[in-house]
């Protein structure tokens, strides 16, 4: 190699664009290539508030121009609070927002999944290629660089391969082929009801203003999160005209190339981007047996009505809340996280974001350890003479705090669905207690938004 290494992206999502972003501040060439071209059903989740703990925002602030970085601060900064009731919507705890840190780089921030894509997006206009670029297989040269190969015929060259491409990565299955994935045995069920001004006068205010979890005494839960608008804060950050435009390249061999591929980009004249109004995204998490056999085959509207029976003796409002949903936005997830992994030798493929440490989005850290892992490797990437010792570094310890990342949120999805009466009485009057305890307050929500 020689010179300053180029590096492939696979995957144009939160952890691919940030990394992008990353590199681009330090003047290394890149390419990202991502699948997707149009709106896939995945998409419609754009909406979904994502939290952003301080270590991603610090992790957008690295690696973000500026003037995006100062975007985001100002549109995004949490607005709203958390509350814990039961399955008849009665209080057991309300959270305060998370306290402001002294710089918008160390606070919390919940901007959706749109918000935080298109700022991700900043700047990157100038080397856009349309998406469609589907990684097969990558192959070792004799010179010590990469080929990636891609589902259309096509390859690219580069020193690097960093694999971005989330939970079911192509890059760790040829990398790590004994990585595998812990099944919850949990399945979730989201969906979405945008709120006419009838439904948000008549839904109770906490509903459609803030984060709420239900907890109930038997083995399932949900948790309902507004839409931005709702929350008191300004509309996300609009995207820039000039990051929709799409130049007819990216066909072909393209070696060297500095460029980049992003997913579900529209040319300009094609579909807009979604624009968010206040709605309420809710999740139902139960035990897979809880659930018709075929549930991953189901429809949304068939979807809708397994939960809505599901939770037919709970509050009115929250019956309403999934009644009357989107038949287009409810779809399954399934509630999956990596094993841990042992150390591997550093080599010029590596991976990020949910590629290597893919955890059920119960935590609700998945998007910050992505940017998180964004910025360190850029950085070591920046820093480092020699990219593979700049690799060993960042695995080793992005796998430490990777793979806590996913133990936490698998207890958290495994006790949110615990067959335990007694444990879930517990946590509930753990909560009630702390609703007048600032010191249990704190004890139980140490680590709340990070
Ligand atoms: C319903 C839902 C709710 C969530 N809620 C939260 C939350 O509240 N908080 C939180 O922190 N996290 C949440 N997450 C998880 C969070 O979205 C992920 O942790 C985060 O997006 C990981 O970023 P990533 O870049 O690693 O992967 P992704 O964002 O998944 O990006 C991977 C990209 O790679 C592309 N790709 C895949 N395969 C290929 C291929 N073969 N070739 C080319 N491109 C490919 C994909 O199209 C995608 O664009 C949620 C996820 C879901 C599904």
């Known amino acids: 190699m020689t010179g300053t290494p180029h590096v492939l992206i696979i995957g144009g999502g939160l952890g691919g664009l940030c990394l992008a972003q990353g590199l681009r501040k330090a003047g290394l060439g890149f390419a990202v290539y991502e699948r997707e071209r149009g709106s896939a059903r995945a998409d419609r989740l754009q909406d979904h508030r994502i939290p952003i703990g301080p270590q991603g925002a610090r992790a957008l602030y690295a690696c973000l121009p500026p003037d995006a970085w100062e975007e985001f601060a100002a549109h995004t900064q949490r607005g709203g609070r958390s509350a814990f009731v039961t399955e008849q919507l009665r209080e057991l705890l309300v959270l305060p927002q998370p306290a402001p840190g002294r710089t918008p780089q160390r606070s919390h921030h919940a901007p959706s999944g749109h918000a935080l894509r298109q700022v991700l997006l900043s700047g990157l206009d100038d080397h856009l290629v349309r998406?469609?670029?589907?990684?097969?297989r990558y192959e070792h040269e004799d010179d010590g660089g990469i080929t990636a190969h891609f589902a259309d015929g096509s390859t690219a060259y580069g020193d690097l391969l960093a694999g971005a491409d989330g939970a079911d990565s192509r890059v760790r299955r040829q990398l790590l082929p004994h990585a595998v994935r812990a099944d919850t045995r949990v399945l979730a069920v989201t969906g979405r009801l945008e709120l006419t001004h009838a439904q948000a006068d008549e839904l109770p205010e906490s509903l459609t203003t803030w984060s709420t979890s239900v907890l109930t005494p038997r083995s399932d839960a949900m948790f309902c999160t507004a839409g931005h608008a709702a929350a008191g804060e300004r509309p996300p950050i609009q995207v820039a005209p000039r990051a929709w435009a799409a130049t007819g390249a990216g066909a072909g061999t393209d070696a060297g190339m500095r460029a980049v591929v992003l997913a579900g980009v529209d040319a300009p004249g094609g579909p807009r981007p979604p624009r968010s109004r206040d709605h309420v995204r809710w999740t139902y998490v139960a035990k897979a047996t809880a659930f018709p056999e075929d549930v991953e085959r189901l429809d949304g509207k068939a979807l809708r009505a397994v939960v809505a029976e599901?939770?037919?003796?709970?509050?009115?409002?929250?019956v309403r809340l999934v009644a009357e949903a989107d038949p287009d936005s409810v779809?399954?997830?399934?509630?999956?996280?990596?094993?841990?992994?042992?150390?591997?030798?550093?080599?010029?493929?590596t991976l990020l974001g949910d590629a290597i440490h893919g955890m059920p989005a119960l935590g609700g850290t998945g998007a910050t350890t992505a940017l998180r892992d964004a910025r360190l490797l850029s950085g070591?990437?920046?820093?480092?003479?020699?990219?593979l010792q700049a690799i060993g570094a960042y695995e080793s310890e992005m796998r430490a705090y990777g793979f806590d990342a996913v133990a936490r949120s698998l207890r958290t999805t495994r006790s949110a669905t615990s067959d335990s009466r007694l444990a879930r009485t517990l946590f509930r009057g753990?909560?009630?207690?702390?609703?007048?305890?600032?010191?249990?307050?704190?004890?139980v929500f140490r680590d709340y938004g990070e």
């Open 380 to 387: 070591l990437l920046a820093r480092r003479r020699d990219p």
């Open 331 to 349: 779809v399954p997830v399934r509630m999956l996280g990596m094993k841990p992994v042992e150390p591997w030798p550093p080599g010029p493929v």
């Open 310 to 318: 599901r939770i037919a003796d709970w509050h009115p409002a929250l």
């Open 430 to 443: 753990v909560l009630r207690t702390a609703a007048h305890s600032a010191w249990v307050r704190a004890a």
């Open 131 to 136: 998406g469609g670029r589907e990684f097969v």
